[in-house]
């Protein structure tokens, strides 16, 4: 009796099928093809999750970089300026803010060169001129 235990082995198979219900060819219905396919697809679908995430970073610092260069700020600076300024909003809601509310994320950019001094380069140019 070592090779008994034939209903857990089918409902196995019946698990891997159903996961690998849309692939193409012998990926879809002969089961060792099948196994591997489900095993990478798992494994492409964890990595996945995880360069979703740094995606939506990307796009959210993109936004808010396009959003206070309209300002006369940097990225950077505008981060800063947020930090020193003890303001805690996360990228997601900024980039949110800078997309719905303008108004709003105008006093942000504001608040943020105010606590980092910021001057434009043009204002720099005429202070050093007078």
């Not at 930090?83 to 805690?88: S, T």
Request: hydrophobic fraction near 40%; aromatic fraction near 8%; proline fraction near 2%.
């Amino acid at each position: 009796m070592t090779r008994s235990g034939g209903a857990i082995r089918l409902v196995r198979k019946a698990e891997v099928f159903k996961h690998v219900k849309g692939f193409q060819g012998k990926r879809k219905n002969c089961f060792t093809v099948a196994v591997r396919a489900y095993e990478r697809s798992m494994q492409h679908n964890y990595i996945g999750r995880k360069e979703k995430k740094r995606d939506m970073r990307k796009m959210w610092i993109s936004r808010i970089g396009n959003a206070t260069s309209e300002h006369g700020l940097p990225y950077s600076q505008f981060m800063h300026g947020l930090v020193k300024a003890d303001i805690r909003l996360n990228r997601k809601v900024l980039s949110e803010i800078a997309i719905h509310e303008p108004m709003s994320f105008a006093a942000l950019v504001e608040a943020a060169k105010r606590f980092i001094g910021w001057a434009s380069p043009k204002a720099q140019e005429q202070q050093q001129q007078q």
